[in-house]
């Protein structure tokens, strides 16, 4: 079993994995309930790790997911990372999320910056002195109407770019992180919320290393487009 | 009974209501059926206002809401308003939001400007150019690395501040509706983001004008704080 | 396009559909919504079955299911079933229910009987007296204990089996409607209740059949197990 | 602080603590989170609990409840109760449930009795002979159609009464469980299912003290009707 992961940085922004409750053998536990079979100790020893991994696996390998099971394994998350990915991420309603707000909280002055190989070099020096000079700039706006003009935070964040970092708490079921994996993982998604998604699905194999394994086998490689 | 309202003009902004499903009186037949009275048409007839009144009061008025029949009541409205007020407003999770995207759609190049008596007229006088100048900055940048270096749109976003204004289509039920107005009518919530509430509880008013009596009686009004 | 159906007779229970919100057409502006293609009635004329249908397909045909514009079309049905299909029924979270109680009303004396083919004529006739023995006998216990013995109703329902019928209102919109169909009308679902899917399904398909011909096309008919 | 309680028995049933995620000190750190406080150590080992408590309190006490702190801290629950009182339970719907299903497992021989004081001494005596009967020929008539008719197990269970016990596994967030405990301790709420509400509000309080006597403070005692 492969070291737990408490924290990767991800750009100037991070995830960190605080809790996890349930895992692989209480989403066992729950596919059984309805068959009957409670969790009894002397079972749970004798049961090798291969007829669980084929139990976890035939919750999701067909055309009809059995997601309930999935559901009582949840995962907290707290993750920094550019607004407009955020803006994204918080799309995904089942789940809680609690954001840090401008309304209330100074912006902090530090930004996403793009760099090779996600733009090529000449386009990356074509542009970054005017990307730079827009985010300080709208920074720098930021803090004059507030400081000077007496503008409240909750206006005055309105010249601030997308690109400047927030942060958030993320408690998510297993079930809806798949879902979220699944669209955030594929080459159609955001190249940087993907790096997120590629961060969190490292976490994710840790944690739950029999559900995670049968994500990848069935639904991310099952490339039916 | 109220004029229907069709668009209502919010700053630069505005509030189209498109459908509503269901309204007062399938709430009513909702809250019967578990009473086992089907609605038959001689009886709903002889129903007078005052008995459906008392019965939609009677699911918001006590301690216990009771609000599986009013989401059988289901509205869709388009909106149009800044993304600082769409960043708190897709917040509410029961509903269905598509909001167009700048990863593939340009931004609008018009954007939110505060008046009075949001601001005074001094502190207004004092930061509007500033404020002004900050927005078109950040457009004219993001245009810049569109188009004269080749950036993807959904990295060149990232410079423009947040006052610039986004479209979505929303469908929710009249229950997490309520749940949405009691929290953007609230004093504590942001000004700009009040305005679209008062707007919406307009048209709420002309749709299911019982259910919103009973709400501003019984919700609205009730402050306990 | 096929006439609207408003009644199907399942045995002796029955689906009633009662509104729908939306349809194909509000589906298309909503997935246009993010591309900024507003709907304009000039261009929405103009626009031919054929393009719609490749819109709409393209939001189920990959791995990956839009699933957020097909949201915005909701749909009302009353439904009279044994208690046994809607136990299974109303575990179905997305969308709202509101079911007849037996807390505070009679039960009705009428219950789903089996027949030929669901059992071999052989089976039926071997167990159907003692069935509806059971079954009367039960019926026949619940109201003697409220009237003899003045036992209150919500217990003494308590000894009459599951095979009565109930009622209940159900708001859905489509995509949820897509899942219980999906796995109600599987060849693993019980029976009695992948009649009231057929049922159902033969509404959708008159309601909005540009979408349910995508769903039978990409998903029903997908047999990946 | 009281000591956890991990099982307690309602009537032939019982309740089961299997896992909380959270606590106190997580829906603190949410709540912080948007004024940016991230939780260090040794702020939290300064706070007293006196201003935790005011902190959690103001959570519930206005009349716009903050749920979405409260949300991070979830509870698994194994339960055994009668099916009429667990058709209601299930009908909540913001957590996951998964219940021993009769399609495939045979019922199980025990079911709920009712007893004084319930019922007065008269009312029993008059009425559990009846009430026992139609349950055991209902058992009874199950088995036999299984056993002697070869019926499937999901029809014949359509003869017993919904008074056997069932278990189901519970995961559930602590503001959804404010709820169905708002709606279940309730005197409007069947005796039976308030019964089990109380054994889970005991839990409840050893689990989150700070959170469970906000609760009662303000949402459970505040009785405005």
Known sequence: MKD???????????????????????????????????????IVESMDLESNKTLIERLLKGKIKHNTPIEH???????????????????????????????????????FTPGVPRLSEEKLNNGIEIYEGAMQEGLASYEYLIEKCGWPKEIARGVVGTAIYTEFLWTVNAWSLINWLTKRLDKAAQYEHREYAQAILRIFETEVPILAGAFKKYILDNDED
Request: glycine share 6%; hydrophobic share 40%.
């Open 4 to 42: 737990k992961i408490r924290y990767i940085q991800v750009h100037s922004g991070w995830v960190l994995h605080e809790e996890t409750m349930g895992g692989d053998q209480v989403i066992i536990d729950a596919a059984r309930t309805c068959s009957g079979i409670v969790r009894a100790e002397a």
């Open 73 to 111: 394994c949840v995962f907290r998350f707290r993750v920094r990372c550019p607004i407009f990915v955020a803006r994204q991420w918080l799309r995904h309603r089942i789940g809680t999320f609690n954001e840090r707000s401008l309304r209330r909280c100074s912006a902090k002055t530090d930004y």
